[in-house]
């Protein structure tokens, strides 16, 4: 190719660098500006991955255990323990681990290695703290309003505002009908996540008659428009 160029663009006595060769038709300034643009995409595509997959290899953590762990230290926000990140051996450990571990990882599944002063279920007990909590800051509310759980119909019966401002998550919409009762974990200005509950009685150590709400199928929580919920006394 580089004789190629030669002979066109020079005399036999003269020696031209590909680099150095002008665009001399519209064609070929396209076919440049077209191929430096996919590469720039490509950097700008590939490069956030690298700088991702280089973050969890160095703190050994995924983006949804970081996840957990910054609500871990906003709940002991007011302690004076932080929250230790178990699996955290310390960055060369933890280079050592992703790619000088052999053919096999070390562990078996349910047995990680961990920090000395950690347990195997540190981490389990604080996602079932966390659990703990937000059922205990759940507010129920009743549906006045039916949804079918529809992103597009079902979400415009109920007004302009929620179908453009639906949430951007994977959430799956859920179908509430009126006179149900709901608890709701978190939301935004127009929609709200759910689960559906049911009222039940026990008796208390005292023999008293108590009443709490249970959750119900598993399958029954998700988001679905703030405009179903029954106006309470407060707002």
Known sequence: MSDGFLLYYADKTTRVLPQ???????????????????????????????????????????????????????????????????????????????????????????WWPIRADCTQFTFSEEQIAQKQVKSRHARIRTIAISYNGGIFLGTLRLGWYPFFCQP???????????????????????????KKVEKQSYVDSNGTVQYEFVGTDHMARGWFPRACLEVSKTE
């Open 20 to 110: 150095d060769l002008p665009i001399t038709d519209i064609q070929t300034m396209i076919a440049a500006l077209t191929g430096a643009t996919l590469s720039l995409g490509v950097c700008v595509a590939v490069i956030p991955l690298l700088y991702i997959q280089l973050w969890s290899v160095y703190h050994n953590m995924t983006y949804i255990e970081d996840y957990i762990v910054s609500k871990a230290e906003a709940r002991r926000r007011y302690e004076k323990v932080p929250f230790i990140y178990p699996y955290n051996l310390g960055w060369r450990r933890n280079v050592l681990e992703v790619l000088a571990n052999g053919t096999f990882p070390q562990g078996n599944g349910i």
């Open 168 to 194: 951007l998550t994977d959430g799956r919409r859920v179908e509430v009908k009126a006179g149900e009762k709901w608890a709701i974990t978190r939301g935004s200005k127009f929609w709200v996540y759910a």
